[in-house]
């Protein structure tokens, strides 16, 4: 029996699906890994922000321009 991807048994139309595969053409994805009990304080202090991944963009911009001298 073939396998299906999870997505195909999803209620998403196929042109949902299709603009789902043309979005993930155009993003690359960074992981960052925490050590759960030694910075459990960073981990905490990021559950509450908003954006954390705007806020991180924007503190490497900050870092570029800094660069720039």
Avoid at 28 to 44: C, H, S, V, W, Y
Avoid at 53 to 66: A, C, F, G, W, Y
């Amino acid at each position: 029996m073939e396998q299906q991807s999870p997505l195909k048994n999803s209620k998403r139309s196929d042109a949902h699906r299709r603009a789902d595969q043309r979005y993930k053409k155009k993003i690359t994805r960074k992981g960052i890994d925490f050590k759960t009990e030694e910075e459990a304080d960073l981990l905490e202090f990021i559950s509450r922000m908003p954006n954390f991944s705007q806020r991180i963009k924007d503190l490497l911009r900050e870092m570029m321009e800094e660069e720039k001298i």
